[in-house]
């Protein structure tokens, strides 16, 4: 390398040093940008030193270092637009809220093609009447298109920061997307006027239409090709990112070269990405993705605003401006912002009657960040190398251009924040304060208890734990301030809304509609997070997440009225289009109806279960609102669309049950795949595999795993041993044991409308549900329903008692019915130790659930309500949870046992009391709930089940374990969901298996 020291400093490499210190330089700016008492942005910081930078190198002292800047500001226009644009327009587009957009898509569409058209005839015509007199109209025109285009990168950006609505960056960032590809489009026909081509309406017309909507057509056959790619590698980033990055570059190349606008094909691309592509990225690629996206941005930006810098200096030479000149560059500024003033004035009776409304505070907002920047100034340098332009029209150009680019960069970006707070679009509510106060205290109390853990440990015991915790203690104050949040003096912990870890009494009042629309925002932004991860889970498809996260979008806008996501959005979703039910009362033989309606069944079918899941996993995290009565009365209204959902579910069942059957085992499969997943990880870390054995059976998992997204992996219904074998009652027993049970096994079915099961009438036998739904009333009214996979009889059984409630046949069904007797002496036999295990676990859920007003309330940790429907919330519609945070005990008679908290008594008799506690002195036959106390067996084969850890006392009887004690959260109840929660559609054995084996 040595011996080239003396050649041309010119050559290619020289170019790496501006890059390089340019983002060094961009570094150190942004943090010192950040430091600074005002909010000014950092872009506009990159412009002003790229001013300074070019000044320093005209005076030549700044050696290598000027000579790649050089390098960098001679940069063809034409270059300098394909290397810059396809990336950041594409990201842009990419990053938007697509729900947002949409909604906005009127307001935007009239900004950026009506508006545009506006700015650049008045512009032109302005220019031409007071500021350039002697240009011809079309250079005039020209100027007014390439003053058009926005480029508000600084005003975004700072609006994020402050926490302005995502609606009006949207607008804003939506409208320049647009209104550049408009703005571009209306430069070319000017431009090539401007040249010398004659003017023809029909032509420019024609060149108008191919433009604009060859722009679009070219962005959306771009897309679906690529996404449709992108649909058919799973979990390999290199591949991805690489087809994304690539795909908009080469999208805009052929896009120029095809004569239509690139950067409109861009901007559509980008947006079918926010509308459906993201969701055909791997979700573990989607993270790499967008930090890949972001710093490439973030790159382009620092160059972007330097280099623009640099070459208004260069170019201009702003400090060898005489006073008219920028006299004329105030004037032309103070022009085009009377213009975009008036644009939006004539339009704001359509922009009021669309998207989001239109006010007078947005309208200051949208006029203000009309920021000028990289596209004006590449279409301005296209200008000035055009030699069959006049050269004093494109000097003409480029001054202006560079003036109003400065000028609004440094006045209007740096005036943004005064206007947005003058306005008052940065304040908060009340409500809003006080829910972020809440969380960061609910933060410190999870911290204070990862210390008292800490502390206990023996290799921390010379830690000053007192310093720590003041030191990683949030200064709650501050933060808020820092915000610009002003929260109210006394804001409830998690301590105070929330006892014990369960819901305190809550009574009905008139609730503070500001608060509550607060908590079904907060809500709603959980529940979106919920679908994401199941959607990583593999629990809900591609569509089906576009589906949901559609829907909770549609609520937030409608935040102030309860929750009604179902019937508001959801339903029509699920429902077969009418074209799809015109082709299945036409053609019902077809195949090729039968497979759409099948697919869209499926999808349903997965929008229902995701809802209902969803909803129950937000429902249990939102016990800990900053006001509790809010939590009833969101559970409240999602409890009414959860039931509208398992009713379209029950229906689907019924009508289409090998849809049911297919998307069921799709998410099983996803999930033992995920968990395959996580165990090869966790062997991985230990040694246990070779880097080329992970990686070949990583290869093997994503194979499989794309077979299921693309549906190429059928599932048929499992035969009734299968769903035996798989079952909560009998799965994992003995083979031989099995082989007994299904030897006992007889059919029995009944019509619709028929009794199943009689309240105090004898139970011959278990059944285990086929087909079909079983329906009970509960307690407090709430009807339940079993279905397929499910048992009934198991308490009863146990107990040796009669039906503890009546069930009824909802549709027609078949069951497998297991002889209560010889089921019973199986149980207590000496090796079937799982099969007890099974039949404990189950008669303990099913009796809980039904006394779990009883459960609750003798466990003495949630006061006391009127109703039982007055606490949704308090008392969970599965028991599974609280069960296996317990544990079961067999006695033998004479056996004396200790209830701590609470206990079932699921088998057998015991008599009390030993302590003195409040029981009755005669002796209790299962099945009951047992109120903390101790007892004496007073019968063989007596079983207990424990919700809290107790203690035994041996005296003359033996006590013989055989529960597996779990640990759980001392008699809390609490409703947090865990992270397996999603594993809840295995909790009923798997409907299907595998229609075809694989090695």
């Known amino acids: 390398m040595s011996g080239h020291a003396g050649k041309d400093e010119r050559a290619p490499p020289v170019a790496i040093l501006f890059i390089s210190f340019s983002l060094l330089l961009g570094v150190l700016l942004r943090g010192l940008v950040a430091k600074l008492p005002i909010r000014i942005p950092y872009t506009v910081g990159l412009f002003v030193t790229g001013v300074i930078w070019g000044v320093v190198n005209n005076t030549g002292k700044i050696g290598s270092l000027g000579v790649s800047m050089g390098i960098a500001e001679s940069m063809d226009p034409h270059l300098f637009m394909h290397i ?120 420019i017309t024609g060149m108008f239409l191919q433009l604009s909507l060859g722009g679009v057509a070219m962005g959306i056959a771009w897309a679906l090709a690529t996404i449709w790619w992108l649909g058919h590698i799973m979990r390999d980033p290199l591949m991805e990112i690489t ?16 004569k239509v606008s690139g950067v409109l094909a861009i901007v559509t691309m980008g947006a079918s990405f926010a509308w459906f592509g993201k969701t055909r990225i791997t979700p573990d690629v989607m993270h790499s993705m967008q930090v890949f996206l972001s710093t490439l941005s973030y790159h382009a930006d620092t160059l972007v605003f330097l280099i623009a810098g640099i070459i208004i200096e260069d170019h201009v030479g702003f400090s060898n401006l005489t006073g008219s000149q920028w006299g004329m560059m105030f004037a032309l500024y103070a022009i085009v912002t009377l213009v975009r003033m008036l644009m939006v004035a004539i339009l704001s009776p359509a922009l009021v009657r669309t998207g989001y409304g239109f006010d007078w505070r947005r309208a200051a907002v949208l006029v203000h960040g009309g920021l000028r920047g990289a596209v004006a100034l590449a279409l301005a340098l296209i200008v000035e190398l055009d030699t069959n332009i006049d050269k004093d029209v494109r000097k003409g150009v480029l001054f202006y251009t560079s003036g109003i680019a400065l000028l609004t960069l440094i006045v209007n970006a740096s005036t943004t924040h005064l206007l947005l707070n003058a306005v008052g679009l940065t304040r908060t509510n009340q409500a809003e304060a006080d829910g972020f106060v809440h969380n960061v205290k609910e933060l410190e109390s999870h911290v204070t208890e990862i210390i008292s853990e800490l502390a206990k440990r023996p290799e921390m015991a010379h830690c000053n734990w007192v310093q720590i915790e003041r030191f990683v203690r949030s200064d709650t104050a501050k933060l808020a301030k820092g915000l610009g949040l002003n929260p109210s003096s006394e804001t409830p912990t998690a301590s105070e809304a929330n006892t ?34 199941m959607f990583h889970n593999g629990i809900l498809e591609r569509s089906a997440l576009a589906a949901l996260i559609e829907a909770a979008d549609t609520a937030e806008d409608n935040s102030k009225e309860p929750l009604n996501q179902w019937s508001q959005t959801l339903q029509k979703i699920a429902r077969n289009p009418p074209w799809l039910s015109w082709l299945a009362r036409n053609y019902p033989s077809t195949p090729f109806v039968h497979t759409l309606l099948f697919n869209h069944t499926a999808f349903a079918v997965n929008v229902a279960d995701g809802f209902v899941l969803g909803l129950k996993d937000m429902v249990r995290h939102s016990i800990e609102e900053t006001d509790p009565q809010h939590v009833v009365q969101l559970a409240a209204e999602c409890e009414t669309d959860r039931g509208c959902a398992r009713a379209f579910v029950e229906k689907v069942a019924r009508k289409y049950s090998a849809a049911l059957v297919q998307i069921r085992s799709k998410q099983a499969a996803h999930l033992l795949l995920t968990k395959q997943r996580g165990l090869l990880t966790s062997f991985a870390h230990g040694g246990r595999f070779l880097d080329r054995e992970i990686e070949h059976l990583e290869q093997m998992l994503d194979k499989k795993q794309l077979k299921l997204v693309l549906n190429k992996q059928r599932f048929s219904n499992a035969t009734f041993d299968d769903a035996l074998r798989v079952g909560a009652l009998f799965g994992q027993i003995p083979d031989q044991l099995f082989d007994k049970v299904v030897a006992i096994r007889t059919a029995a079915s009944w019509p619709a409308g028929s009794v199943v099961l009689s309240e105090a009438l004898p139970v011959e036998g278990v059944l ?78 099913h009796y809980a659930f039904l006394e779990r007003q009883r459960v609750f309330s003798a466990g003495g940790q949630v006061q006391q309500f009127s109703e039982i429907a007055e606490a949704p919330v308090a008392v969970p519609r599965e028991m599974r949870d609280v069960i296996k945070a317990g544990q079961w005990e067999r006695f033998d008679a004479g056996a004396r046992l200790r209830v701590s908290v609470l206990g079932l008594l699921l088998a057998g008799s015991v008599a009390g009391p030993e302590s003195g506690k409040p029981v009755p002195e005669d002796t209790v036959e299962a099945p009951t709930v047992l109120p903390a106390g101790s007892y004496v067996a007073t019968g063989p084969d007596t079983i207990v089940h424990f919700l809290q850890a107790h203690q035994m006392e041996e005296s003359g009887g033996r006590s013989s374990p055989r529960g597996t004690t779990r640990s759980h959260r001392a008699a809390s109840f609490t409703m947090q969901a865990s992270n397996d929660e999603p594993v809840v559609l295995l909790e009923n054995p798997l409907v299907a298996v595998v229609a075809e084996s694989e090695t």
Request: proline share 2%; with cysteine.
């Open 84 to 203: 810059f644009l396809p990336l950041l327009i594409f990201e842009s587009a990419f990053s938007l809220n697509w729900h947002v957009f949409r909604r906005q898509l009127p307001q935007i569409m009239l900004l950026a093609v009506f508006g545009v058209v506006i700015s650049s005839m008045v512009t032109g015509a302005m220019v031409k009447a007071v500021v350039e007199v002697d240009w011809s109209w079309s250079e005039c025109f020209m100027l007014g298109a390439i003053l058009s285009a926005t480029d508000p990168v600084a005003v975004v950006a700072l609006l994020r920061d402050l926490g302005v609505s995502t609606k009006i960056s949207t607008l804003i960032e939506g409208e320049s997307l647009l209104n550049d590809g408009t703005a571009i489009v209306l430069f070319t026909v000017f431009f090539d006027l401007a040249e010398g081509a004659q003017a023809d309406g029909g032509k």
């Open 500 to 533: 014990h870890g369960v819901v305190v009494q809550l009574k009905r009042t008139t609730y503070d509609e500001e608060r509550l629309q607060q908590a079904r925002l907060r809500f709603l932004r959980g529940l979106r997070g919920v679908y994401r991860h």
């Open 768 to 845: 285990f549900i086929h087909s079909g739904t079983i329906v009970y009333c509960t307690r407090d009214g709430t009807e339940e329903h079993l279905r397929q996979g499910m048992c009934l009889g198991v308490a009863e059984m146990m107990a040796r008692s009669p039906g503890l409630v009546t069930m009824w046949a909802k549709t027609d069904v078949e069951c497998a019915f297991f002889p209560a007797k010889r089921l019973r002496s199986w149980v207590f036999a000496q090796g079937a130790e799982k099969l007890m295990d099974n039949v404990v676990t189950l008669a303990a859920m």
């Open 243 to 258: 087809i994304v990055f690539a795909s908009s570059y080469l999208l805009f190349w052929v896009s120029e070269r095809c």
